[in-house]
């Protein structure tokens, strides 16, 4: 019920994704989402699409109108918050109809590409400079307790 276009390796700090809220059913729906941390906090920015608009300070996004049709489909994005921020998991609630609520999750993580910490490398050689089709990296790493 939520899906998004975040890659596989997960969001990059302060890029922005779409994310897409839908359910079907044959009773008038309607949609809240949010992403949050464990706590609740909210984690990175929406902005609204489409049929729908933020509440609370922009922790939330919601319909604007009950949609009738049989698949109910809204569209907003979000900014990912800063680096080191972590795992995101986007909340959504979903009514279909007065008396049908289902619940939906979205789980994204930080999308990291390299070392933890830059303060285990020991050496770094990257070559040739300049470089043209080809470049070389080497790196060695400090022993664990240095």
Known sequence: MITSDIPACGYTPGATYTITASITGSSPKGFQVSPQDVNGNLLGTLTAGSNNYTVQS????????????????????????ASGTGQVTF??????????TKTSTLVVEECTVGFDELEAINE??????????????????KSAGQ
């Open 58 to 81: 922009g922790k939330y996004v919601t319909h604007t109108a009950a949609i009738s049709a049989q698949v109910a489909t809204w569209n907003f994005t979000w900014t990912a918050p």
């Open 91 to 100: 909340y959504g609630a979903f009514a279909n109809g007065r008396n049908t």
């Open 124 to 141: 770094l050689n990257v070559y040739p400079t300049p470089a043209s089709s080809k470049l070389q990296v080497n790196f060695s790493t």
